[in-house]
C-alpha cells in the first residue's frame, strides 16, 4: 500500500479528499486539539508512513502539532523516539506496516479517544453530525449511518468514498492505505 512521496503541507487538503474517515477525523483531531493519546498516534503515524510521508517530515509534522502544548524538549524526549520507532529507526528496527481495516475496526476505544474506525466507535449521532459537517447530502448520510449500525462498517467506508469521488473504488476497502491509493488514482 505504499504510495510515492507525500509533503506534510499537503495533509490538510489530502484529508479531506483522499483520507478515509479514520484518518480525517484523527488529523483534524490532532490540528484542533494539538494532541492525540498513544494508540492514536500510532494509528496515525503509521499511516502517514504509508502515504509516503518521509521520516524528517514525520517528526516535523509530530513536532509542529505537539509543542503547541507541550515544550520541545519534552517532545524529543517523549515522543520523538516513538516516531522513528514507528519508521523502523529505533530497537530491533522493526518494518512496522501501517494497520488495517480488521485490526481498526477490532481496536479498544475509550471515551475521548479518537483512533478506530468511526464507523463502529463513533456514536451514530456524531457520526451522522461529522458527515453533515462536511457536506455529505443527507440520503448519503443516512445511508452510511444505517450501514454502520447494522455493523456493515467497510460498506459504510466504500459508501463514503463513493460520494466523494462520484464513483467506487476499484478495489474493495480493506485497508485505510489502500483507500488512498485508490482515492489517488482517480484525483492525482
Ligand atoms: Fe478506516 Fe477501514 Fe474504518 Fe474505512 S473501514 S474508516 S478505512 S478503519
Redesign the pocket.
Known sequence: WTSTSTPIDKLDELSRTSY????RSLHEALRTQHHLKNSARIQYNLFIKGIGVTLEDALRFWKIELTKKIDPDKFDKQYAYSVRHMFGKEGKQTNYTPL??PK??SSAVGPGEYH?????HMDHESLRQKLFGYGIPAESVNEIAELSKDGH??I??TT?FKVLHNRLPDRA????NG?FVESRAILA
Open positions: 478515509p474517515l479514520c484518518m488495517g481495516c481498526i475496526i478506530g474506525c468511526p464507523y463502529k462498517y467497510l459504510a467506508c463514503y476497502i480493506t485497508h485505510p483507500y
